[in-house]
């Protein structure tokens, strides 16, 4: 089964650190989903393929009206066959989910809300340029439990210019009392062309040294297993079953559909995306052409995209899937990282170990064909 992507761009303002690509022209939201329909009309899967996961994501999906969303899916379920039990998620802002907002989900095939918390600090929440407020985080989720969604995940960030530990500490302990089923969590990244790049750039603002961010992402996991949540992926938490189906499948090499302004698709042999200009997107899906570039990979770029991937699960990456000549370069060059207990090798499944988690950059360098 493949998986199903949709972008949607659109933001009422733009957050400090975001790299993504988003729009703040909201109005040209009604001729993006026509776009988004076309799209998905001149690009259906191959004979007997299905679509097992689902994902809106952006952007800010939440800022579409729910007959926007409903013509979206309308037209998901026309082109595509939909697997049974597919998990379909949204991504939300806190502040979009009114109690209406979210009684109007329940006329959709979401059964998975995935909403941006990133801090219970007010204060910093302002810095980062959040619309909401870490009330109402709590509120949004509650609203969300009473209108029957089940399967809610938040994302969390650390490494804020002066933050101590402490007060990360509090992040997590507020995030564990909203007792939801799955956490990501991010280190705050410095991308350059973002205003918080900028504000690095001026002197304005300064990185957490590296010690204390090392302090904080195992204050983290342990945190969290002490909570009861399955450390399955470096970013990423979940309670027993409620793991993100649709990002594993990233993880795993499973292929997937990208819609959208600056979507990604892969299938296996491919990697397309889409161009990352809404207004270009548009006239050429009107045009009834797709304005995109792709690449063809080849057994080299394989085999670092299966490392790259596979080594940020705790599964890890399956040894017997690799041909003779890249399992011996592989296993070479990860024996040092073995030796110094930062990788594992339990039943032909390379892991990182805990103490590898927190340097896994450097060791998927190591293991990547130059």
Not at 125 to 132: M, T
Not at 166 to 186: F, G, K, M, P, R
Not at 308 to 337: F, I, P, W
Request: with cysteine.
């Amino acid at each position: 089964m493949a998986g199903l992507y949709v972008h949607i761009p659109f933001c009422s303002s733009r957050c400090v650190y975001c790299g993504f690509y988003s729009t703040t022209g909201l109005t040209l939201r009604e001729r993006y989903v026509d776009a988004l329909c076309q799209e998905m009309s001149t690009r259906p899967l191959t004979e007997g393929e299905s679509i097992g996961t689902i994902y809106l994501g952006g952007g800010t999906p939440s800022q579409l009206s729910i007959a926007q969303l409903q013509k979206i899916f309308l037209y998901i379920y026309k082109v595509y066959k939909i697997a049974d039990g597919a998990e379909v998620t949204m991504e939300v802002n806190p502040d979009d989910v009114t109690p209406e907002f979210a009684k109007a989900l329940q006329q959709l095939p979401i059964n998975r809300v995935s909403m941006g918390a990133q801090t219970f600090n007010d204060e910093r929440l302002h810095f980062l340029c959040r619309r909401h407020s870490s009330a109402q985080v709590h509120e949004a989720v509650e609203t969300l439990r009473q209108t029957g969604v089940q399967n809610i995940s938040i994302d969390l960030m650390y490494g804020f210019p002066n933050q101590t530990l402490e007060e990360w500490q509090a992040d997590i302990s507020q995030a564990l009392q909203l007792n939801v089923e799955h956490i990501s969590t991010y280190c705050l990244m410095y991308e350059e062309g973002t205003p918080l790049y900028r504000l690095l750039e001026q002197g304005k603002v300064a990185e957490i040294d590296e010690e204390l961010e090392r302090k904080m992402y195992f204050t983290l996991i342990n945190s969290l297993e002490s909570a009861g949540y399955e450390h399955y992926e470096i970013s990423n938490f979940a309670r027993k079953g409620y793991r993100s189906r649709h990002n594993s499948s990233y993880w795993k090499g499973i292929p997937y559909i990208g819609i959208g302004a600056a979507a990604h698709s892969f299938d296996i042999q491919t990697r397309s995306w889409n161009v990352a200009d809404i207004k270009q997107y548009i006239s050429a899906m009107e045009e009834g052409k797709r304005s995109f570039e792709a690449e063809t990979l080849d057994e080299d770029t394989r085999y670092n995209d299966a490392v790259t991937v596979a080594l940020r699960t705790c599964e890890g990456l399956d040894l017997s899937q690799l041909t003779d000549k890249q399992r011996s370069y592989c296993m070479k060059n990860a024996e040092r990282h073995l030796d110094a207990g930062l990788l594992k090798l339990t039943d032909n499944q390379l892991a990182l170990t805990k103490d590898g988690l927190f340097v896994s950059d450097m060791i998927m360098s190591d293991l990547m064909l130059v």
